[in-house]
């Protein structure tokens, strides 16, 4: 096998280093990028939450945002919701919002344990309780948190 010969940069000191730019030097690269925003969303079941939103929680609602760039998709789904119950659909996305099912566990009230959320290809958005749980999960209770994937 031959050899390939690599050449590093070196400063005055001669210690390599590696050259950086900045996002404003790449012409063009603006172009190579799709950023959603926050788009909130209304739940189909379930309230709003007002939980983490005080004065100085900087709380979110419930919301998503896809970041495109090249061929890659980042997508985020940021939940913030009460007066659930098990195995409810929470929002019901278009088909093959995600490619794959996700499912995650979200934040829930200290007492309880986490529940999941289950997002599937054909854009149901749901929540499952813990069976521990469900008996004592009240209206006030919430869940909080956010998801992100890779596509």
Known sequence: ????????????????????????AVKGLETLINDSGWTEFIPVNGNPNQSFKGENDNGYDC???IIEIFDLKIKTVRI????????MLIYD????????????????????????????TNGGLSVGLPKKDRNDWGQNNY????????E
Do not use: C
């Not at 096998?1 to 404003?24: A, C, Q, W």
């Open 1 to 24: 096998m031959s050899e390939i010969n690599h050449r590093y940069l070196k400063d005055n000191d001669g210690n390599r280093y590696f050259p950086v730019t900045h996002v404003e």
């Open 63 to 65: 919301s998503y945002r």
């Open 80 to 87: 913030n919701l009460s007066d659930i119950g098990h195995n």
């Open 93 to 120: 996305f278009p088909e093959n919002f995600s490619e794959e099912d996700q499912s995650w566990l979200i934040r829930t009230p200290f007492e309880f344990s986490p529940a999941t959320i289950s997002l599937r």
């Open 143 to 150: 869940i909080y948190g956010s998801f992100t994937w890779i």
